[in-house]
């Protein structure tokens, strides 16, 4: 098995072979989604304090707060798959 890492912004980097979905923090359920999963100590805030753009829910049920868009965290994971090298 492959290992392919996602950079997720600020140095922070994600395993995207366990990545369900990247969404945007905006709706109502993923808010939930968010409390929830701070009120069971699975939440990881990778933002470094800025605003939360991008909300990236894991295999694991791990959620992981990203500062960058969703789009751009998408994209890098399409370059990754492809097996080209990212540079962004």
Known sequence: MDIQLINIGFGNIVSANRVVAIVSPESAPIKR??????????????????????????DSSHIILSAIQPETVAHRFVISKDGQSSTA
């Open 33 to 58: 989604i968010i409390t929830d999963a701070r009120d069971r100590g699975q939440l990881i805030d990778a933002t470094y304090g800025r605003r939360t753009r991008a909300v990236i829910i894991t």
